[in-house]
């Protein structure tokens, strides 16, 4: 079953002889359930498309479609509830909120949408991330891995339909990078939720269920390297 549809995307900076196509053109479909990997050097385009799919930067041209909706069809006030609901972002930093608690950071977005936290889940993701001793901590008294983890935890906490991450191990050692990219692709597999990495890490994109290159703008090659268990 579909979950995001990508058409014509097109992203274009500046204008003139200055104009830039940071995407170019770009359609292809995620299955819900996936696990995609996007590769390709820097200044390719990835972290362009991964703001266009998630709601936060909104292309020139082109559609998103997430079930079925038209992503940037809404106000900017909608736009910024449905990616609180419906998207999980990691980053490579791991944009913690300095004063705030492992519980608190992971609780944020929840408690900026109005809702109430979930105390069952909330539990069993410090459990899955082994941060239950580390919940009163604050960012820096956590190591590089067991931020990483907390930034995880926040964008898994609202249940989010995609969780799109950005190089999340780009400041980890081999050991904490396969850590992490092994707790993404338990949630992947636990909550049923799709998962988008963007990696420049080979063996990472290896773990993928499907690997998309993008250059210049453009995908280059749509490679299907295992068949999911939607």
């Known amino acids: 079953m579909e979950l995001l549809n990508v058409q014509n995307l097109t992203k274009e900076y500046g ?7 940071a995407l170019d053109n770009v359609s292809f479909s995620v299955q819900h359930g996936e696990f995609l990997a996007i590769i390709g050097p820097s200044g390719s385009g990835k972290s362009t498309l991964l703001h266009a799919l998630g709601g936060v930067d909104r292309p020139t041209s082109g559609k998103v ?32 909120i300095p004063v705030l608690n492992v519980v608190e950071n992971i609780t944020l977005p929840v408690l900026m949408d109005g809702r ?14 082994k941060l239950k001793d580390r919940r009163d901590y604050l960012p820096n008294q956590l190591s590089g891995g067991q931020q990483q983890r907390v930034s995880i935890g926040r964008a898994l906490m609202s249940a989010p339909s995609v969780v799109l991450a950005d190089e999340p191990t780009g400041n ?23 998962l ?7 063996s990472i994109a290896l773990q993928a269920d499907r690997v998309i290159a993008i250059e210049d703008g453009r995908i280059v090659k749509d490679e299907r390297i295992k068949n999911p268990a939607y």
């Open 116 to 129: 109430k936290v979930n105390e069952e889940r909330l539990e069993e993701l410090l459990d899955i991330l």
């Open 172 to 194: 980890l050692d081999s050991k904490n990078s396969q850590e992490i990219v092994n707790l993404l692709k338990y949630s992947n597999i636990r909550y049923k939720q799709t």
């Open 15 to 21: 204008s003139g002889s200055t104009l830039v196509k």
């Open 196 to 202: 988008i990495v963007i990696t420049h890490d080979e």
């Open 65 to 96: 479609y997430m079930d079925g909706q038209d992503v940037y069809d809404q106000s900017e006030e909608n736009l910024a509830i449905f990616r609180r609901r419906y998207v999980g972002l990691v980053y490579q930093f791991y944009n913690l």
